[in-house]
């Protein structure tokens, strides 16, 4: 009885492939996961905002005539003269002089020039919604596709576009979760970006960021005709917003009520563009085609309270 060897040669090329196709498919996620992952536009710069000096007083001009004061020199020859701007040029002078100098300079110092020292508000807004919002999926999308997140404008323009639509469909409000800090320039940055991260994370595969697509978000054109699928019922929004001056420090800290939830986004989509430093807007599903079930929803995002 003859035992055959399998040749080697064919054994690597078979293994070549299974690696190569494995390879291949854990690059392209499957359909499903193309249909959970996560849509994303936003950006920003915490740039030093530009501060002005500007008179507490209309500046009067007028003319001051002085005179120099004799002072007698004890080296002979006389007497010379030291200008007298406050009637005399004695050491009383000269020490108002440094005292109104040090004034000046004290007042400098406190008016924070070169040293940003606003409070900046760093809000946070989550919506659920019921599937039947699915418009707004389309809405979102188009604005990342179309949105000029390079410009402070353009920055402002996407966040009202972003919370008009969600303004538009109230009758779909089903969850809403709210939370908000209050930093100082120099540490708001960092805590606007712990708050996004943590919110990406929460997310599926990003599969649209600003207009690029990442590789799976022609799912969103895909039909799904599947019947045998766990049943979906909501689309989580997020919104992350950073501003300087008051536009949101009269945010609630947590909002309970559909009223409530309407005043918040209204604030929000109200920021002066010159306010607004930094902003992002998430959502899952990303695709038209899926939507989350209730159970992904309390497991995802736990945070969440029925309105």
Known sequence: MTIRVPNLKNLGRILVALVLGVA?????????????????????????????????????????YYTPAPVFSPFGGGFFFFPSFFGGGSLLTLLVVVAIAGVVLQAFRNSGIGQPSDKVTIAQVKVGLLASARSLQQDLTELAYRANTDSATGLAQALREATVSLLRHPEYWAYVSSGKAIAPFAEAEQAFQGMVVSERAKLGPEVLTNGRALGTA?????PDTTTDEDPSEYIVVTLVVAATGTSLQGLPAKIREAEQLRQTLTQVGSVPTDNLLAMEVLWEPQSLEYTLSADEVVATYPELVRL
């Open 24 to 64: 291949l498919w854990l690059a392209h996620p499957t359909a499903a996961q193309a249909r959970r992952g996560g849509g994303r536009v936003g950006g920003g710069s915490f740039r030093a905002p530009a501060r002005t000096i500007r008179p507490s007083s209309p500046m009067v001009r007028t003319n001051t």
């Open 218 to 222: 022609a799912w969103i054109t895909t």
